[in-house]
C-alpha cells in the first residue's frame, strides 16, 4: 500500500498484560515516529527513529514502553503491564527524514488500545 | 514550560463563510509550524507548513499566517465547505529538535450547509 498501515486497529487487553502495536511505513521513508492520543487531547510523542541512529525516546512515559524499529522498515511498540491509564490511540507516522528538509510526517490510522 | 494552545471550543460555521483557527504558543522559538487536518477515526493528514521567516502561505482555499512576535499563527479556510468539517492541528518544530512535532490539542470546525 502506499500509506503507514497499523495493526492491530483495535486492541482491548486486561490490566496488566502486555500488548504490542505494530506499524509498517512508507517505503523509502527513513523517520518513523510514535505518538499517544488521549480522547479530547493532542498527540503527544513518545520516540522517534532515524534511520540506524540510536532513537530518540525522550517521550516515553514509562519504562513499561519500549520501541523497535527493524532497518528502515517495520516497528513495534510495546507496552507492558498494562494500566488504565494506557487506553488512548496510537499513532506511528514516518517522513523521509533529515534529507527531505522539512519534517512533513504522514500518519497511519492509528490502533484504539483500551485497557479494562 | 512549552505550551500550544488552540482554541477547544468547536467552531461552527456556515457554509461559504470563512473560518478562522488560531494557534498560540509560549515558551517556543518554533523554526516550523504545521497544519494538520484530523478526522474521526483517523490520522492527521499534513495540510501546509510555514517557516519563521514566512508570514504567510497559501494552498487552494488554505491560507496560514505567522507572526513570531505574538507566538501565534492564524489558519483561514475560505469559501468552507461542509467536507471541511474536521478538527484542525497545529504542530510546531525546532531546528534542534528535528522530528519532535509537538501538537496542539486542536479545534473542531463543523460547517453546515
Known amino acids: 500500500g502506499a500509506g503507514v498501515s497499523q495493526s492491530p486497529s483495535n486492541k482491548v487487553t486486561e490490566k496488566g498484560k502486555d500488548v504490542e502495536l505494530r506499524c509498517d511505513p512508507i517505503?523509502?521513508?527513513?523517520?518513523l515516529y510514535w505518538y499517544r492520543q488521549r480522547l479530547g487531547q493532542g498527540l503527544e510523542f513518545l520516540i522517534y527513529?532515524?534511520?540506524?541512529?540510536?532513537?530518540?525516546k525522550s517521550g516515553l512515559p514509562s519504562d513499561r514502553f519500549s520501541a523497535e524499529r527493524t532497518g528502515e522498515s517495520v516497528s513495534t511498540l510495546t507496552i507492558q503491564r498494562t494500566q488504565q491509564e494506557d487506553s488512548a490511540v496510537y499513532l506511528c507516522?514516518?517522513?523521509?527524514?533529515?534529507?527531505?528538509?522539512?519534517?512533513?510526517?504522514?500518519f497511519g490510522p492509528g490502533t484504539r488500545l483500551t485497557v479494562l | 514550560s512549552q505550551k500550544i494552545e488552540q482554541n477547544s471550543e468547536a467552531l461552527n460555521i456556515q457554509e461559504g463563510k470563512t473560518a478562522t483557527l488560531t494557534c498560540n504558543y509560549t515558551?517556543?522559538?518554533?523554526?516550523?509550524l504545521q497544519w494538520y487536518r484530523q478526522d474521526p477515526g483517523r490520522g492527521p493528514v499534513f495540510l501546509l507548513l510555514?517557516?519563521?521567516?514566512?508570514k504567510e502561505k497559501r494552498k487552494e482555499r488554505l491560507k496560514v499566517t505567522f507572526d513570531t512576535t505574538l507566538k501565534q499563527s492564524l489558519f483561514h479556510i475560505t469559501a468552507s465547505q461542509p467536507a471541511d468539517s474536521a478538527t484542525y492541528l497545529c504542530?510546531?518544530?525546532?531546528?534542534?529538535?528535528?522530528?519532535?512535532?509537538?501538537f496542539g490539542a486542536g479545534t473542531q470546525v463543523v460547517v453546515t450547509p
Open positions: 507516522a514516518s517522513s523521509l527524514g533529515p534529507l527531505g528538509g522539512t519534517d512533513t510526517q504522514y
Open positions: 517505503s523509502g521513508h527513513t523517520a
Open positions: 515558551n517556543y522559538s518554533p523554526a516550523y
Open positions: 510555514i517557516r519563521e521567516n514566512e
Open positions: 527513529f532515524q534511520g540506524n541512529s540510536a532513537p530518540d
Open positions: 504542530a510546531l518544530e525546532r531546528t534542534d529538535s528535528w522530528g519532535k512535532l509537538q
